[in-house]
């Protein structure tokens, strides 16, 4: 893997012999720029990713907040601590914030810092691609909080079905706004996934063969194409609407000829993929995390790759289940119960793994394993309850009840944030070189873990006795009183589960103990350079032998990764250390195939994201915006693009000729 | 007004269909849920511990030589729950085929209309002159299936009695059509299912299950006017009614208010609940509703009316006396 000796004697490559000299430039290579203007131009993956993860953070516990005042409101019946109106913005603020300003965008900014570390490269593919989409999904989160903050909160459902999302039954802007940060989140996870999807293909190691992918990657690339036909269907959906609120279309208007069911197709054929978007990242997390503690590689790898992509194929095929109260052919909704039960088996498969794995290693029982644990009994009984609301006849009982509250939040925190919190244990310390108190996490997850079932598991039997879903309050005497009370309380623990994760957080930044490169002996590549890693990642790009490259001792000549031979190759050399110079492989077997030149540093991202906010939210307020909207937009990308003289001589310098 | 709302209370043939699917579906899941908890409870019993020693070498063995018990174990269980699975499937699929086959034969007719927040019940008789027209209060005879077919005024709402049925949406530009069956006598309650605005929470209304006979009376009684003996106050509450907004809204059948934009309060007494459920039918809360039901109902269609004290006691004596 050495590379050829033929490049000019004056440039500093990169290589496992590299001294001070050629690190020390690396990190100059690839730092952000100093100074706040620096800041804005930042293009590093780990910058513009730990932004992310915060951003995305904050409005989980903004989310958790407005769920804290909504369990106020129905602790006890006809309460009068909010009113009708507040207490819907406050319901489709929190979906719509849980679902597009945290779930989806949480898993991408997370795969947007370990995705090029795992891979073992530099960089995540269109490194200022992925800066413009973080300055997209900041603008439009905060769009939606500033409407909310005007009292012009969206207040028809994350859904927001028509025709009371049309324009006859919400009038004003609150739905609007609702429908551009629709369009600003799914342009920011499109773009998220174009670069996630780029990255695996063509910057992994060499030697990363597709079967040597870490689970995470393929967990994450398999969301990555989930997205790409997903959120082109919401889109369409929210402009449509936006188009009949603004400009007098009729999509959605039956006595103009449109229909009110093709919003409800359109938004859950996008909808249900949405929750697997969320939970496949777990299942992600769930295959880092057991074979670290369990001390042994995954059973069943291929298996699980498998399942991953059956889950992808399968969760288009079932959106009907949404829609079973509508008014469908009851064939067509046979079919649907099936591919709903059938899209278990794949969710099997992976437990049954994860449980052999587990149960033929050698286990260590730390914080992000309980979260694994925790995943378990919460993710099978909201799978179970799935199964119940897949079936025709018992959904038209428990649909649009606390039943299904209950059970989506069994799948999507047990499924999804369990595992995410997991795996901010387990990865923390590569974030910030400290771990975090083990203690606390284990208070962290007790709390959560008794609190969710507190908060949750009654609302099944709400269900059960008919308290609707979305409603701001409740008669007495019609039995709900007790458990409410009771999920009220569950809700107040959980809230305090967080707040101790933000305190161990905090703490654990400044005084946590030293982590190393490897603290927990796991072997995927994130692991192989410093905690936190620096800007360029790996000083010298690795060669991959195997599955966890860090647990075998590469050997050549040889059929076994623990027998005899010579030492194998284990690092590649030769990349400039003074420009942003990078290694493509080829997709399948990932050989060395080309060399290619990253772009540097640049503000245009953020000022083309500033014009594209420009348009979106002028848009809300007039059509014209679309058409003068387009000039700044045109400029900024035309600045982003322009050919500088530096960046063209540097790379004609660079480049080889045969 | 004690009514029964409970998926498990079944009182028709629908629900009780779906409380047995839904027992064998809960034996199903409790089974497959302990097995795989205690799946992973034995794994993590007899799995050794590592300590915290991050340095300890990895077990490496399952690279080298593929692992026969734990693949036994990981098949076996995958085929146990795709054939649950299928057991499920078709158990579900039966189910759905005898809600279908409910015999509708002589059955009763009614059309729904859901509105923002209230329930349009139209009574479609035979002959056209006995239709009738009520709100929020369903009556149906035992052991008689009723077809109902279901329109939306202005947005989606759903329809469901948990003790009668599952629930079908009321679809603006659709119509669709359910039946049901009520073998017991007896008050359910049913609620809108889909939200609907403002008021999704207090939209309620009654399904009273009567034996044939008292069905057949409460009918006879719906057919005539109720405002046809009225004592003096009553007359004065009656000209208030016609004279202020409330005309402009509501209908009463043998006066000159036919408006249709509000519940039809021709028999208005005789019914159990106030706006969807909202209140019980008492002068008191007749009172508190008539003025200021944004009190009662933020958000709701009807618009605060402003009576002097005489007046608003001559309204509700003359709507008290609508039995």
């Known amino acids: 893997m050495n590379a050829p000796d033929h490049a000019p004697r004056s440039r500093l490559k990169d290589g496992p012999g590299g001294g001070s000299r050629e690190a020390a430039a690396l990190d100059d290579t690839w730092r952000d720029p100093p100074g706040l203007l620096g800041w804005l131009a930042a293009v590093n993956h780990k910058s513009i990713a730990r932004r992310f993860i915060v951003t995305t953070f904050a409005f989980f516990v903004a989310g958790g907040i407005l769920a804290l005042i909504m369990r106020l409101q129905l602790a006890r019946p006809n309460a009068h601590i909010v009113g009708p109106d507040l207490y819907n913005q406050l319901f489709t603020m929190h979906g719509s914030t849980m679902m597009f300003l945290f779930a989806v965008p949480v898993m991408q900014a997370v795969a947007v810092y370990l995705v090029p570390l795992m891979l073992g490269t530099r960089s995540v593919a269109f490194p200022r691609l992925n800066a413009f989409a973080y300055w997209i999904f900041l603008f439009g989160g905060l769009m939606l909080y500033a409407a909310f903050a005007f009292n012009a909160g969206p207040d028809a459902g994350w859904f927001s079905y028509v025709p009371l999302a049309g324009p006859d039954y919400s009038p004003g802007k609150r739905v609007d706004f609702w429908a551009q940060m629709i369009t600003f989140t799914e342009l920011s996870a499109l773009l998220e996934a174009i670069v996630i999807i780029t990255t695996v293909f063509k910057l992994r190691a060499p030697g990363m063969t597709l079967n040597r992918i870490p689970l995470f990657v393929w967990a994450m690339m398999v969301t990555a194409f989930m997205v790409l036909f997903a959120m082109p269907s919401v889109m369409l959906a929210s402009t449509m609407l936006i188009m009949d609120r603004l400009v007098g279309t009729h999509f959605y208007n039956p006595a103009e000829g449109g229909d009110v069911v093709l919003w409800q197709h359109l938004f859950w054929f996008f909808g249900h993929p949405e929750v697997y978007l969320i939970f496949l990242p777990g299942l992600g997390f769930l295959s880092a995390i057991i074979p670290t503690f369990a001390k042994r590689p995954i059973y069943g790898y291929t298996a699980l790759v498998l399942a991953l992509i059956a889950t992808a194929f399968l969760a288009f095929g079932l959106w009907v289940h949404h829609m079973f109260a509508a008014n469908l052919p009851e064939l067509g909704k046979s079919f649907f119960t099936a591919a709903s039960m059938l899209i278990a088996i794949p969710s099997a498969v992976q437990i049954f793994c994860w449980i052999a794995t587990l149960g033929s290693g050698r286990l260590d029982f730390r914080t992000p394993l309980l979260f694994v644990l925790g995943f378990f009994f919460i993710l099978v009984l909201g799978g179970m309850t799935g199964i119940m609301l897949a079936s025709v006849p018992l959904d038209l009982q428990v649909h649009d009840t606390y039943f299904v509250v209950a059970h989506l939040h069994y799948v999507l925190i047990g499924g999804a944030v369990f595992p995410l919190f997991g795996a901010f244990y387990y990865w923390f310390p590569k974030f910030t070189g400290r771990l975090m108190s083990e203690r606390l996490g284990r208070w962290n997850f007790w709390l959560f873990f008794i609190g969710f079932n507190a908060a949750f598991f009654p609302m099944h039997l709400l269900g059960f006795q008919g308290m609707p879903r979305r409603v701001y309050t409740y008669q007495a005497g019609l039995g709900w009183d007790g458990m409410n009370l009771i999920a009220t309380i569950g809700a107040f623990v959980i809230a305090l589960s967080v707040l101790l994760f933000i305190v161990n957080a905090l703490r654990s930044l400044r005084r946590g103990v030293e982590a190393g490169d490897n603290p927990w002996g796991a072997g995927t590549l994130e692991w192989a350079t410093a905690s936190p890693p620096p800007p360029c990642n790996f000083y010298a790009i690795p060669v991959v032998h195997g599955r966890e490259p860090l647990w075998v001792q590469p050997r050549v000549k040889s059929d076994g990764p623990e027998e005899g031979g010579q030492p194998a190759f284990t690092h590649v050399s030769g990349l400039a250390a003074d420009a942003r110079e990078l290694l493509a492989t080829t997709v399948l077997d990932a050989r060395p195939d080309l060399r290619l030149n990253f772009p540097d540093p640049t503000i245009w991202p953020l000022v083309s994201a500033i014009a594209v906010t420009v348009l979106f939210i002028g848009s809300i307020f007039t059509p014209w915006a679309v058409v003068w909207g387009s000039i700044p937009i045109a400029i900024a990308l035309t600045a982003w693009f322009w050919p500088r003289r530096p960046e063209t001589l540097l790379h004609l310098s660079l480049e080889r000729r045969p | ?323």
């Not at chain 2, 849920?33 to 063995?61: E, K, Y």
């Not at chain 2, 509501?250 to 309060?265: F, K």
Request: with cysteine; charged share 20%; aromatic share 8%.
């Open chain 2, 1 to 323: 007004m004690h009514a029964l709302h409970d998926v498990f209370a079944p009182y028709g043939p629908q629900a009780g269909e779906v409380r047995a699917l839904w027992l064998l579906t809960l034996v199903v899941c409790l089974i497959v849920f302990a097995a795989v908890l205690a799946a992973l409870a034995i794994a993590l019993w007899r799995a050794p511990r590592s300590g915290s020693d991050a340095r300890s070498a990895p077990d490496l063995s399952g690279l080298r030589r593929p692992e026969p018990g734990t693949r036994r174990s990981v098949v076996a269980a995958v085929v146990a729950s795709t054939l649950l699975l299928l057991v499920l499937i078709v158990a579900s699929v039966f189910t759905d085929r005898a809600l279908a086959r409910l015999s509708t034969e002589g059955a009763l007719r009614l059309e729904v209309t859901a509105h923002q927040w209230w329930w349009e019940v139209r009574y479609v008789e035979p002959q056209v002159a006995d239709n009738f027209i009520t709100a929020n209060e369903i009556h149906v005879p035992t052991g008689r299936p009723v077809i109902v077919t279901l329109k939306a005024d202005d947005v989606i709402h759903s329809f469901w009695v948990p003790s009668l049925a599952g629930k079908k949406d009321l679809i603006p530009g659709r119509t669709s059509t359910f039946h049901f069956r009520a073998d017991h006598d007896g008050v359910y309650r049913g609620q809108c299912a889909e939200f609907c605005g403002f008021q999704h929470a207090l939209m309620a209304f009654f399904v009273v299950a009567d034996p044939p006979e008292r069905y057949a009376d409460w009918a006879a009684a719906q057919r005539h006017s109720a405002s046809d003996a009225l004592d003096e106050q009553q007359l004065r509450g009656r000209s208030v009614f016609l004279r202020s907004s409330c005309a402009m809204c509501h209908a009463i059948d043998g006066t000159s208010a036919q408006a249709v934009r509000g519940p039809n309060l021709t028999h208005v007494a005789s019914r159990g609940t106030l706006a969807a459920g909202a209140l019980a039918n008492t002068p008191e809360d007749l009172k508190r509703w008539i003025a200021d039901p944004q009190k009662i109902k933020p958000g709701t269609n009807m618009p605060a009316s402003a009576l002097s004290s005489e007046d608003m006691d001559a309204l509700v004596g003359f709507l008290q006396a609508l039995r």
